[in-house]
């Protein structure tokens, strides 16, 4: 076989790929480039930085509040994975695992919420959390965004429930296991690759969401999360970009964190379901 032709191919792979990486990670150079830049603030920003300076991610953590943010945003958006992991996993094997009335119903219920945009639900999770007067709160915005993951967490950890085999659970009540034992031997490292991905939506969806969070809180500003927090760098007639990337910068660094942390236990339990398959 003619090896220039192959030679040719990988070259061709290889620009490709090089050219969707830099389209890719390019806005994050630019994002932390700008942060660095003492001169972006005043709209100075080029390739690279011209005077080198952490002098914006000082004015955001100090003067911009943002430490208050990022604090309101780590409690809401820890709570708010704890709470919808172990609600969905209870109501998966449920779901999962008993027969019971309306249980049909119920699931194609959480099929169509799924189908609804999140746009539509901004008014209907209002007066719900206005009724309970949790309005202005990081409590009340901590219950929307676990009425929000629910639906998806439930749905997908339907599927890793069913298909662990029942045979493993009988298998354990028959060698003398309670049912909480046979939950956390068994079943529960079996479903831990889709707890993980679960885990991830709904920690991004309530680090990342800007709509819910502005109109539950709105004008409490010590409770605003770092979603809309980044919006007071906006000017109206001018933007201070120094700030506006540091903060871009800092908000993206727990995301990444928090990746990192789930992966492990990601591959962890994919290896634990394959061993105990």
């Not at 192959?6 to 620009?15: D, E, H, K, P, T």
């Amino acid at each position: 076989m003619n090896p220039k032709p192959r030679l040719r191919s990988r070259i061709g792979v290889g620009i490709g790929v090089a050219a969707v990486l830099i389209f890719t990670l390019f806005p994050v150079y630019w994002m932390v480039a700008s942060a660095l830049d003492k001169k972006a603030s005043s709209g100075g920003q080029s390739l690279l930085p011209q005077e080198f300076s952490f002098d914006n991610f000082a004015f955001v953590l100090t003067e911009g509040g943002f430490g208050t943010y990022l604090r309101n945003s780590a409690i809401v958006a820890l709570v708010t994975v704890l709470v919808s992991a172990i609600v969905c996993l209870l109501a998966a094997v449920a779901v999962a695992r008993f027969r019971f009335k309306f249980r049909t119903t119920i699931l194609m219920m959480i099929l169509v919420v799924q189908m609804v945009p999140l746009e539509a639900l901004v008014i209907p999770l209002f007066l719900q959390v206005k009724s309970l007067g949790l309005l202005n709160s990081i409590i009340g915005l901590m219950v929307v965004y676990v009425a929000l993951s629910l639906a998806f967490g439930i749905w997908m950890l339907r599927g890793f429930v069913a298909a662990v085999p029942v045979e493993l659970e009988e298998a354990a009540y028959i060698d003398g296991a309670s049912w909480w034992r046979m939950f956390r031997s068994i079943l529960l490292p079996l479903v831990m690759p889709g707890l993980v991905a679960t885990s991830i939506f709904s920690f991004i969806t309530a680090w990342n969401e800007f709509i819910f969070a502005m109109t539950i809180l709105g004008a409490q500003t010590d409770q605003y999360t770092v979603s809309i927090g980044l919006k007071s760098f906006f000017g109206l007639y001018a933007n201070d970009w120094g700030s506006i990337m540091a903060a871009s910068t800092i908000i993206t660094v727990p995301v990444m964190i928090f990746f990192v942390i789930v992966q492990r236990r990601l591959s962890a339990g994919m290896v634990a379901g394959a061993v105990k398959g």
